[in-house]
Each structure stands twice: as C-alpha cells, then as structure tokens.
C-alpha cells in the first residue's frame, strides 16, 4: 500500500483532477496566497494535501 503524500504537486492534482497543467499551478499559487495569509510556511510548486482536499472537496478525505 502506498503512503499518501503529504504534499502535493501540479502532476498530483492533475491526476487527481484531470485539469490543465496550467490550472494546477495557478491552484497551488492560490491555495499557498490563502495559507500565508494565515501565517503558514508555503513551499513553491507544492500544496499540503490536506489543505488541497478540505478546500477542494469541503472535508478532508480519507
């Protein structure tokens, strides 16, 4: 079984989402402006996954 991720990047969503490369990246760009605001450490090109799922989809999923 493989171990999710804890971060995800534009390849990730991608596959998870089946949107533009193009999109993915502008999506991390904005989710990681909303969680700077927020005071959190971003990395540049990857998002948390769990930041991702609960924004995305509402709730975190399993």
């Not at 971060?7 to 993915?24: H, P």
């Not at 769990?50 to 924004?55: A, G, K, P």
Request: aromatic share 12%; hydrophobic share 35%.
């Amino acid at each position: 079984m493989q171990e999710k991720k804890l971060f995800l990047n534009a390849k990730d969503i991608i596959d998870l989402t089946g949107m533009s490369e193009a999109y993915a990246y502008k999506l991390i760009k904005k989710l990681n402006a909303e969680l700077e605001q927020k005071g959190y450490i971003t990395i540049r090109g990857k998002v948390s996954r769990d930041y991702f799922e609960e924004r995305i989809y509402g709730t975190k999923v399993m």
